[in-house]
């Protein structure tokens, strides 16, 4: 048996007993503290730094007697993240083990907070085919005289003769509903059916309304939309954050997790139902208070994710979609009941998860397919879903294809020097003034747009769009050039060299923060987001070139990420090949906007998975033109494109880097 | 918060705390202390006799301090059953509640004890063609090549192209399975599939053995049969008593049981659930020893058992089918996940359950028409199904009508003063000499028949069969007469009149015995055993009036009662209308080889459900003649039969009784 040390953790007051050997960042996941791990337990992202608390604690400390243990000197690994200025005691929560008791402060910076979920659901227009109906049905109450009819068998009779309905048979838990529903409702009940096949619930008297929930769960965030299946009508939207990013913050550290931690699968699969189970009450609360179950009044779920969140979802093993050759352990959709789930919706309701296309390419991309149905258009769309990876799928009615590009956590704030998720805090959009070199930004949780002279406004770092607005305005400023070097002697103190020799642009200063830093763009954030648009950018090139099509007629944006990117940024970094400003469409949650449709209707869930089969995988990395096309895609934008319009646009509004473009 | 009072239990020395308010026999049921409770606590059966200890407690007493409280005193219907020679401090336990620390004795005779169980099977002659079986595939290893196709895909285009098995689809809990299977097999797999259509296990390699479990729940006793379902064989038989026999001896008891506690149905359910988990353990002990769950082992169960228990077993309410017009929840057979009913089999596997006829005719009896086949033949058979009710088939392959009959527990051993199920020390045999009319009589546990002059031989009381036995040789030995009542001065002291004024019968002097009483047969017995015989024999009477049906062809006897049945005795007493003996066949348990039938060929369920629907339940008490008929059918035997074959073969054995009857 290990020894156990008392930890506790401050700001929050969390505390708790740890074993011996753990690490700082597992006693706060186990203790849920908030506290970012970007890489996953890598070691690499250096996000996770606290601060070894010395000297005397508080009399009123909980926990008495506390003998405080400095723990070892940090590694070589985790030194090479810690700077001078951060000041004494800081070290790497990933990589610092407990070995006696320990008090440890998370600065705001490493704290993870809550993401402002932006994946709100738009109107769709759609027939209204659900697969779960409710019937109501009126018995002859039994008698001596036809005694040898079970209530079963007298439902069964009723709905075939009112509405047709053969061959039926009733879930077993359904079915323990049965006999007390029928005599509550004096011989009229209300059947909840499955596929015109299963009955799901019984209900006294006469029911009308009918719930069924739309679930997208992303990387970073998931979100579901209750519907009411007889109007299909939104009824109300609950999101929260992925609780699997204490687990690592991408798919990859994911996965890593499940393989290195014993029971890291069950882990992660229980923290997602958990959080569904959450947003199953969240979501109920406003139309069913009664009962210990309210979420019992969900008939209906259908699901989407990228393929290892589908893959942990359901407990499979994700390592195999990990490593060659990434075969996933099932591609067709699945209908599994709640109950075999543990999710807190009426137990014989069945979960519709909709199929996946490959390893790479999950039931979020099948989502998009449905919603945007490039195979019923005639224009070549490409869709680009940028979540925290970009999935692209280009085509028109003849051929789909699909493929998913590495585009790394940069367009998630990861990666990024002061990058972090879009929540309070976070600086969500930048205007550069192109003479003075002057930002203007604006912080999530504030209403207007601020500049340095106003003075405390408590930014805390740069949310995903905003990276891009900000680069996009630092090259049109001329503070990079079109390889993405900085362009020093600018004559102002906001580009300059930092302690590591590295040019960076001082986006705000510490006074304006809540980090008692400034917040940079550093030369390195420029080459994460250069690589991260460069993957898109070669992704789409490769996918047009090995299609044979050479114009794109339009592109449209999906994903919370992508509901909020600045088009013309977009385009000035070039994200996507070259198309008019105005054949951009911004789209919002088309993976959600899938699980909906299919949750609605019927066909839908045939559609996608007919579709997932028929659409085309293209494995872009093993294309020989790869590196090339890579390479040539990182620069801003891409050297070979005919950028006129951007060009021309960017002219007009006298940009003083027009020249840095020409090449 | 109710009080708690120390509880001890001699001499099985089981102790615990118990709240007040209780009484003694929930106290005994809580703690698992062995006591009979026939009537399911209705205070009419006088069984559950135990006395309260006086005195002080031994000083190494596991509970210190006990302070003990006599209970409040009898109250009248209590001190009914309580008689002078029962000695100081005997209660009712179903009546006596807990008001302060007791200790309680429970004298030998109030002890259930074990039941030999008396189910064992016989070989079947039926096609093999079982619901569920094994497939060995083989595939291709995945490559890079084919990378776009999950492990679900490969296995069903496996199974299609080795077998022709199309449209299959993987349970959720075996779809866990499948990843590591196929790997740690190397790509070779063995897939368990239900109805060809559903894969209910993945295993790794080739696995030939496939394992069933057919299964008889009586309302007294369980029975397992595990079955090879490539062979057929049956590997082990596992029974026990049925653990919800301490809510109540008889299918009205557990009603009620259900009905007046709150959670009487849960608790059954879960009694029921956990005998049959243990005897899953038990039957697969010798085939299967790894891994923590051997049971997992079994991919298909099949089960019978009457109406009450189907209901109970489920989950169902039984209040329905206890109360006009006798509704059940379902007539059809069921197939529900194992893990729906927590039951510890292979978690991906159906129950099949059986169907059944009407409110009083249950699976179980659908398990002796598939077993005996009545519809497949020219003659007309009654096939009796004595256990704990008595349901009775009537037919041949144009018509099979079936009925179930209020026989009451009295065959079991109830409601008869020294009766007691087939258990050690129960007397199973009995012969009286007819000049003498003293006995000899075997027991079970002794190898050898035995008379008093041979001094202790333990004897407890008397079981079922040997209650037929006892009283049809009263009848012949001339100490009672056709009508069931005793004949006094037969010039032997075994012939008495009791402290009631009663006749009876002395079976065997208390120093012969183990609970020091003479075990007696009384006037009431024999009332009893008329009323079982004459309700047994006026169904059959009555099916065949209504059927159209003079005489029978054959008679079968069913259950484990009817296959220990004296068939002479039965036709001296009466059980069942006149036939000559060598056409009276004891058939075992068909009940249960209906179950091993349906689990070892998938046709046999079909026409279970098909002839479950198409035998008709005659209901005969609304008969108009059924009092007359009844009261009739009373008489040893009954009265206007032509019975000249029994009188022959009573007369040819020099019978002294001949006489008796004429009339």
Sequence with gaps: MANKYKVIFQPAGRRGEIEEGKTILEAAQALGVDLEALCGNKKVCGKCKVRIEEGEFEKDNMIS?????????????????????????????????????????????????KQVVRKAAKELSIALDPAVRKYIVKL????????????????????????????????????????????????????????????????????????????????TTC????????????????????????????????????????DGLKTMQDAIITGLNEIIEKVVAEVKKDGPNPGFAIDDLTIVFNTAMHHIFLGLNPVYIGRSPFIPAVQRSLDIKSRDLGLKINPAAYIHVLPIEAGFVG??????????????????????????????????????????????????????????????????????DYETKEPRYKVI???????????????????????????????????????????MNLGTSRVRTNAEGKPEYVLAWAEETSINADITVTQGDVRALQLAKGALYCGAKLMMKKMGIEKLDRVELAGAFGSHIDREASLTLGLFPDVPIEKVVVVGNAAGDGARMALLNRAKRKEADDRARWVEFLEIATDPTFEKEFMQAMHIPHMKDKYTNLKAMLEAQGAPVASSIKG
């Design 65 to 113: 007697g506390m003998s405080h243990i400095t723990p070892a000197a940090p590694s070589e690994d985790e030194l090479k993240h810690i700077k001078p200025e951060d000041g004494p005691g800081i070290r790497l929560a990933c990589s610092c083990e407990v070995h006696g008791d320990l008090k440890v402060f998370v600065p705001e910076r490493s704290r993870a907070g």
């Design 223 to 262: 979100v579901g939309y209750l519907c009411d299946l007889s109007t299909g009508k939104v009824i109300n939207t609950e999101s929260m954050m992925n609780p699997q990013v204490p687990y690592g913050e991408d798919v990859m550290s994911r996965i890593t997790y499940a393989m290195t931690n014993p």
């Design 363 to 432: 039931a979020d991309n099948v989502g998009v397919l449905i919603a945007q149905e490039q195979y019923n258009q005639d224009e070549n769309v490409l869709v680009i879903d940028i979540g925290t990876n970009g999935e692209l799928l280009l085509g028109n009615r003849d051929k789909v294809c699909s493929t998913s590009c590495a585009t790394g956590p940069a367009f998630e704030g990861a990666q990024i020097k002061f990058g972090m998720r879009a929540a309070p805090g976070a600086i969500e959009k930048v205007k550069i």
């Design 445 to 487: 949780g504030k209403a207007d747009w601020h500049t340095h002279v106003e003075g405390k406004i408590n930014a805390k770092g740069i949310c995903g769009s905003a990276i891009i607005d900000v680069i996009a305005e630092m090259f049109k400023a001329g503070i990079i050039d079109k390889t993405g070097k900085f362009v």
């Design 140 to 219: 002859t109450p039994p008698s001596l005289h036809d005694m040898t009819t079970g209530d079963y068998e007298r439902v069964l009779k009723a709905l075939e003769e009112a509405y047709g309905l053969k061959d039926m048979f009733f879930d077993y838990t359904a079915l323990l509903e049965l006999q007390d529903a029928l005599r509550a409702g004096d011989w009229m009940a209300t059947l909840t059916v499955w596929m015109d096949k299963e009955i799901i619930k019984v209900e006294p008297g006469p029911v009308e309304v009918c719930y069924g929930l739309a679930v997208d769960i992303g990387t």
